[in-house]
T-cell receptor, first 114, second 107 residues
Framework: EAQVTQNPRYLITVTGKKLTVTCSQNMNHEYMSWYRQDPGLGLRQIYYSMNVEVTDKGDVPEGYKVSRKEKRNFPLILESPSPNQTSLYFC?????????????FGPGTRLTVL | AQRVTQPEKLLSVFKGAPVELKCNYSYSGSPELFWYVQYSRQRLQLLLRHISRESIKGFTADLNKGETSFHLKKPFAQEEDSAMYYCALRYGQNFVFGPGTRLSVLP
């Protein structure tokens, strides 16, 4: 089944403990993106990647890192998580960014940083 | 800065009534706009694009550059339309989403 997968789906951690949220797609999509969703703010783009080894900042990149070593994977790394990074995170992918390219979203990862 | 606003957090209508979900954007370039929908326990998914020439699930949206709006409309709401709706703008390789409107269609 063509889809975007994220792991873990739920994570509770403590301040400062490095964590990685994985994202994988099996549709050979070039564009991948991470968003965080907070009440009243909608989805805000963290980072995106146009292709392997090509990543760029979105609107809220502070405190996050990403990598794109393979086309299918786009992990989100929090080197030193803080409570203000408690949020619902979505990964998405698409063939490209043309108006004709639909973004497919993962199921979301709910992160709590204590 | 690019921004998308959706003034209504919650919109409740009765089944069969018309519905309009408002979306306004700020962008100096040529906008590309989308509506995404998230049904209960499902993933966020594309509903329609501003270039859609036909209705999707009975919904249409018209891009009004003069009013910088992209409102989503349906003439007769159905209970299965109850969901969270997000308006989104693409600029360059970036996407910005509005805060969302929860549509509740009452029986």
């Amino acid at each position: 089944e063509a889809q975007v997968t994220q792991n873990p789906r739920y994570l509770i951690t403590v301040t400062g403990k490095k964590l990685t949220v994985t994202c994988s797609q099996n549709m050979n999509h070039e564009y991948m993106s991470w968003y965080r969703q907070d009440p009243g703010l909608g989805l805000r783009q963290i980072y995106y990647s146009m292709n392997v080894e090509v990543t760029d900042k979105g609107d809220v990149p502070e405190g996050y890192k990403v990598s794109r070593k393979e086309k299918r994977n786009f992990p989100l790394i929090l080197e030193s998580p803080s409570p203000n990074q408690t949020s619902l995170y979505f990964c998405a992918s698409s063939l490209g960014t043309s108006i004709y390219n639909e973004q497919f979203f993962g199921p979301g990862t709910r992160l709590t940083v204590l | 800065a690019q921004r998308v606003t959706q003034p209504e957090k919650l919109l409740s209508v009765f089944k069969g009534a018309p519905v309009e979900l408002k979306c306004n954007y700020s962008y100096s370039g040529s906008p590309e706009l989308f509506w995404y929908v998230q049904y209960s326990r499902q993933r966020l998914q594309l509903l329609l694009r501003h270039i859609s020439r036909e209705s999707i699930k009975g919904f249409t949206a018209d891009l009004n550059k003069g009013e910088t709006s992209f409102h989503l409309k349906k003439p007769f709401a159905q209970e299965e339309d109850s969901a969270m709706y997000y308006c989104a703008l693409r600029y360059g390789q970036n996407f910005v989403f509005g805060p969302g409107t929860r549509l509740s269609v009452l029986p």
